[in-house]
């Protein structure tokens, strides 16, 4: 079975920053990309960044210049640093992960989430 699990999240200041991890664990053969959603009160979930496997990277224009994802393929841990945050950044994280099945088929997967906090 595939686990994501998020940490990082957390109360912190505008103009703050956190470090947001998600680590996939379980039986797969691949990943074929890694990526982060939020969810803020009242609103859809949005793309925050995702990081294709070989592929380019995509950040939402809210959080581009601001933000960083990364992976650690070895560890099969994404990560997303978030600088100069704002208020509007509040939302809770979703981890999200496209995974390569050892019977071929490709699985999306989610963490639970872990709420970001910034204050004015």
């Known amino acids: 079975q595939v686990q994501l699990v998020e940490s990082g999240g957390g109360l912190v200041q505008a103009g703050g920053s956190l470090r947001l991890s998600c680590a996939a664990s379980?039986?797969?053969?691949?990943?074929?990309?890694m990526g982060w959603y939020r969810q803020a009160p009242g609103k859809q979930r949005e793309l925050v960044a995702v990081m294709p496997s070989g592929g380019p990277t995509n950040y939402a224009d809210s959080v581009k210049g601001r933000f960083i994802i990364s992976r650690d393929n070895a560890k099969n841990t994404v990560y997303l640093q978030m600088n100069s945050l704002k208020p509007e950044d509040t939302a809770v994280y979703y981890c999200s992960a496209r995974l390569l099945a050892v019977a071929g088929y490709i699985l999306d997967y989610w963490g639970k989430g872990t709420l970001v906090t910034v204050s004015s």
């Open positions: 379980g039986r797969f053969s691949g990943i074929n990309a």
